[in-house]
């Protein structure tokens, strides 16, 4: 089992909505009101950090705060509620966990005719491996066996990686693993994980979403024999 050391961490969570916002008159202040409420008494807040993009596509209308005015943001579409973490480090992740939750369970309080219909949930990140391991010689176990003529006279080197999915027995959810030499760190991995719960129950708290997803990480990095 090869240990790998997060250094970068993209959280993501997108949930869909039934039905979808068609009349977008007041929506806006009504989720900014929300979302004051949930983390201002975690979270300075100021004016600047919150935004309104109109046009006249219904799907591209969007409200949307971002935290401390930087790239992590809670967004509103008429068609679902999404939250973006780009660029965290492992110790945010209890932080990272206390907003979600928070503007799940206050998006239900606030908008009740406006179900959850599916929920997409991923992470990806960068991760470092132990200097006695050099990251190339773990991927080759990846590697396609394919003559270089495949390619012509163009010049290539071949990057192995690993690709897979797994669901759930009865259909309720369904993930996907990627797995690659990092581009940022000059010895270690990226490893993109997504998950889709193609249903859920009302009521149904954020943290048995992340339960679940924790659970099946963590065995998609079993099965790629690491510790991550």
Known sequence: MLKVTSQRIFGRVNINLSPVFFDWQGVAPKFFAMVH??????????????????????GEVVARYNIFGGPNNVALNADRLSMEFPNLVPEDSETVLNIVGKIV????????????????????GHGAIPDEVVVTDYLARYAIESPNSAFGDVGTVLLPGARFGVSAADGTWRAYCTLEQSRILANGLFADFNMDFSSVDDGEEFQHWFDRLVSVREGCMGVLDLEW
Do not use: E
């Open 105 to 124: 369970s206050s998006f239900r309080q606030s908008f009740p005719d406006h179900k959850f219909a599916s929920v997409q949930a991923g992470v990806s």
């Open 37 to 58: 409420d949930a983390l201002s008494d975690d979270i300075a807040m100021g004016a600047g950090d919150f935004s309104v993009f109109a046009s006249n596509n219904l």
